[in-house]
C-alpha cells in the first residue's frame, strides 16, 4: 500500500469508499447493458435476427389490442396480403377480446408480451411466472393455438425473466430494425419506411407500435414500408416461420 494512505487512516476510508462506489457503480452499469440487449441474455435463447440468406423479414407489432386501431390494422394487412406477429398484452386481450380473436382469426402470429407491460429487469422467476402464464391464458382464450414466443416490454429483462423462459423452453425475440426509436425517423411516415428499407437485412426482425393514438405516423408509414421492401425483393412471414429458416 501507498506511504501515505497508511499514515493517514481517514484517506484509507475514503479510498477504500470510492473503490466500493466505483465496483457498485460498474456493476449497476453491467445490469443496465445486460437488461437492455437485444441480442443478449443470460439464460435461454434470445433472437433479434434470423441468419439466413433469403430475402424474408418479420413485422411485428406490440402492445394492444385497442378496439380503435385494430380493425384498421388488419384490414390493411389483409390487402397487402401480408401476415404479421402481433406481441400482444395480456390486460389487454382481456379487455378486449373481440380484436384479439379477429388478430387470430385473420391468420397473424400472437406473441406474449406481459399481463401488465412493466419493466421486467427487476422481476423473479415467480412473478415472471405470473405475467407469462396469465398472458399465455388470454391468448389461448382467443383462439390462438400455435406456439407463443415471448417479447419482454422495453426489451428488458435481467435474471428472473430468462431463468424462468429457459427453464419452461420460451424463445425470447426482440428486433434488430425499430425505426421509431430514433425521434427524427419516427415523425415522418416516409422517413420510417426509408428507415426500415435502408436497415432491413434477410431474415430481419422489425419493431413498430400502430396501437395506440400517438402512432399515428407508424400506422401511415405500414403501407410505405410494405411497398419499400418488396420493391427490394423482400418476402413478409411470421417470426415462427422466420424461426423455421435458421441455418443448423
Ligand atoms: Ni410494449
Redesign the pocket.
Known amino acids: 500500500m501507498d506511504e501515505t494512505l497508511r499514515r493517514i487512516p481517514w484517506l484509507r476510508i475514503i479510498a477504500g469508499a470510492a473503490a466500493i462506489l466505483v465496483l457498485a457503480a460498474g456493476g449497476l452499469i453491467a445490469i443496465w447493458q445486460t437488461s437492455r440487449s437485444r441480442d443478449f441474455q443470460l439464460f435461454g435463447e434470445l433472437v433479434n435476427r434470423v441468419t439466413t440468406e433469403e430475402k424474408v423479414v418479420a413485422l411485428t407489432f406490440?402492445?394492444g389490442p385497442t378496439p380503435r386501431y385494430t380493425p384498421g390494422i388488419l384490414a390493411m394487412l389483409a390487402e397487402q396480403d401480408v401476415k404479421a406477429t402481433f406481441?400482444l398484452?395480456g390486460n389487454e386481450i382481456v379487455a378486449n377480446p373481440v380484436e384479439a380473436q379477429a388478430i387470430v382469426a385473420a391468420g397473424h402470429e400472437v406473441g406474449n408480451?406481459t399481463f401488465t407491460?412493466d419493466d421486467m429487469t427487476w422481476a423473479t422467476p415467480w412473478s415472471a411466472a405470473e405475467q407469462v402464464e396469465k398472458t399465455d391464458a388470454a391468448i389461448r382464450a382467443a383462439g390462438y393455438s400455435g406456439e407463443i414466443l415471448f417479447r419482454p416490454?422495453?426489451g428488458k429483462k435481467f435474471w428472473g425473466l430468462p431463468l424462468y423462459l429457459a427453464g419452461h423452453d420460451r424463445t425470447t425475440i426482440t428486433w434488430d430494425v425499430e425505426p421509431e426509436s430514433d425521434d427524427d425517423v419516427a415523425a415522418d411516415p416516409y422517413r420510417i419506411a426509408a428507415h426500415v428499407t435502408d436497415k432491413t437485412k434477410p431474415g430481419s426482425i422489425i419493431i413498430m407500435?400502430l396501437m395506440y393514438p400517438a402512432r399515428d405516423t407508424s400506422r401511415k408509414a405500414l403501407p410505405l414500408v410494405i411497398a419499400g421492401l418488396r420493391d427490394r425483393g423482400f418476402r413478409f412471414v411470421t417470426v415462427s416461420q422466420l424461426l423455421a429458416l435458421r441455418k443448423r
Open positions: 406490440d402492445d406481441f398484452i408480451h407491460h416490454p422495453y407500435h
